[in-house]
């Protein structure tokens, strides 16, 4: 290949990426799994592309689709990617990112996310959304409940044939409001409440 050739390949449709995302990537925890999820991402976002599928990203990044999800999962936890939902539609809002860069803080870490939760869910709903992830995300890391409750929440909703967010959302807005933060407390309000 010729010289001009080259020139002309890389010339073509560049994909920006902050030189602080290279020198931060360590202090912001970011693996290079990350770090590639978030360059495809900037990639199609210049293409039209706002909401990619987690199988999208695993074919571009060259991994399974679970792996993708899985590493979608870890940025939104660490709060470096978030979810916009606006009245045109959802999109992956890399602002959080950028904030991160810009601050000299680093972020204390919060408790890891069990996947499996996820394929739980994917068992009893099908596909789930990301916006759906992000809100399994939020009950754990931003309302603080556990892993049990969630699944205590699934099996309520499934018990009663309800199988949507909103739904279990609600059931465990109820539990809040009753100070049931486990299993036990769950079992003692429900004996009181027979």
């Keep these: 290949m010729d010289a001009h050739k080259l020139v002309q390949l890389f010339e073509q449709s560049p ?3 902050p030189r602080k995302l290279f020198t931060d990537a360590r ?7 990350e770090f590639s999820l978030i360059v495809h991402l900037l990639e199609m976002t210049g293409e039209g592309i706002v909401m990619p599928l987690p199988s999208e ?3 571009r990044m060259n991994v399974p689709e679970n792996e993708a999800r899985s590493v979608l999962l870890g940025l939104l936890q660490k709060e470096l990617i978030a979810i916009d939902a606006s009245t045109d539609g959802e999109r992956y809002s890399l602002l959080p990112l950028f904030e991160a860069l810009q601050s000299s803080e680093v ?3 919060e408790p890891s996310i069990n996947e499996n939760i996820i394929h739980t869910f994917e068992r009893e709903f099908g596909t789930i959304t990301p916006f759906e992830i992000e809100q ?12 049990e409750l969630i699944m205590a929440a699934l099996r309520e909703a499934k ?4 199988r949507n967010f909103k739904y279990m959302d609600k059931i465990l807005r ?6 049931v933060e486990s299993l036990e407390d769950l079992v003692e309000y429900q004996r009181r409440n027979k």
């Design 107 to 109: 972020k204390s870490s």
């Design 136 to 147: 399994i995300v939020g009950w754990m890391t931003e309302d603080g409940f556990n892993e």
């Design 15 to 17: 994909v920006v990426v």
């Design 57 to 59: 990203l695993g074919d």
């Design 159 to 162: 018990l009663r044939n309800v």
């Design 27 to 33: 202090r912001l925890n970011i693996s290079p799994v």
């Design 174 to 179: 109820v539990w809040q409001d009753h100070n």
